[in-house]
Nanobody, 125 residues
Framework: VQLQASGGGLVQAGGSLRLSCVAS????????MGWYRQPPGNQRELVAS????????????KYADSVKGRFTITRDNAKNTVYLQMNSLKPEDTAVYYC???????????????WGKGTQVTVSS
């Protein structure tokens, strides 16, 4: 299973970016997906997560307190993709952002966590 993240870049404070992460490979079921970030000199932290939901109900979401009201996580199960819409960006949002997915390779597989390569987000003041 591979996770390919894209959408990072340099933006001024108050601006917006949209990150995307596509999962590919031997996937029977994509369970929870999420975004983490690692600011310079700090540990990796959860930004937002979304579970799989169902055909009629979107997955439930969780957010770090620091991004609530500014960031929105969504997913497109048909495309095996998770998105992170980041608005009102602040310099403290500067970090390498990593995609994470819990993937079941078969009906009997409870799931394995996979990480994508990070994408740099830099917010200038």
């Amino acid at each position: 299973v591979q996770l390919q993240a894209s959408g990072g870049g340099l933006v001024q404070a108050g601006g917006s970016l949209r990150l995307s992460c596509v999962a590919s490979g031997s996937i029977f079921r994509l369970n929870a997906m999420g975004w983490y970030r690692q600011p310079p000199g700090n540990q990796r932290e959860l930004v937002a997560s979304i579970d799989s939901g169902s055909m009629l109900i979107s997955g439930s979401t969780k957010y770090a307190d620091s991004v609530k009201g500014r960031f929105t996580i969504t997913r497109d199960n048909a495309k095996n993709t998770v998105y992170l819409q980041m608005n009102s960006l602040k310099p403290e949002d500067t970090a390498v952002y990593y995609c994470n997915a819990d993937v079941s390779g078969s009906p009997y597989d409870y799931g394995t966590h996979y990480w994508g390569k990070g994408t740099q987000v830099t917010v200038s003041s």
